[in-house]
């Protein structure tokens, strides 16, 4: 399998609670490298834009507030099979679905306020790079 990378955020519920320091051990200790790492805060047109694929979806309203209510650290992970392996470190969207060991299930609050955002797919992850990062902060 190929090395991968993937945009990773963790979102406003995970960094009140000061959960960053576990997430990000959950991803090292799955070989998951953190090659990038901001923390900023979205504005609302700039959560509007990151998550504009669901623009049409009734959460998309309270999605966009909530990534803007908090700061968040946006990361760059990279590793063999990175996008696929965020995911199963992440866990189900639900919590009430994810399985056990997963960052979702062990930190996330709802289906809404769950902890983590993971690009889904490899041109996803390019333009979701792209959105936080320059090609000079990508340190592999
Ligand atoms: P993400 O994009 O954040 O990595 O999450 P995901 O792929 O697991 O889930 P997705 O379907 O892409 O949904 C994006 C985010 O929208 C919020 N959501 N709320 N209230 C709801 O029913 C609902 N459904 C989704 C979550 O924050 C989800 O992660
Ligand atoms: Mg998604």
Do not use: W
């Amino acid at each position: 399998m190929a090395t991968e990378r993937t945009l990773s955020i963790i979102k406003p519920d995970a960094t009140r609670r000061n959960l960053t320091g576990k997430i990000n051990a959950k991803f090292e200790e799955a070989g998951l490298r953190i090659i990038a790492q901001k923390r900023i805060k979205l504005t609302m047109e700039q959560a509007g834009k990151f998550y504009e694929v669901h623009k049409d979806r009734p959460f998309y309203g309270e999605l966009c507030e909530f990534m803007a209510s908090e700061p968040v650290v946006v990361q760059v992970l990279e590793g063999e099979g990175a996008i696929a392996k965020n995911r199963e470190v992440m866990g189900a969207t639900n919590p009430a679905d994810a399985a056990a060991g997963t960052i979702r299930a062990e930190f996330a609050e709802s289906v809404g306020e769950n902890s983590v955002h993971g690009s889904d797919a490899p041109e996803t992850a390019a333009q979701e790079i792209a959105y936080f990062f320059s090609g000079l902060e990508l340190v592999g």
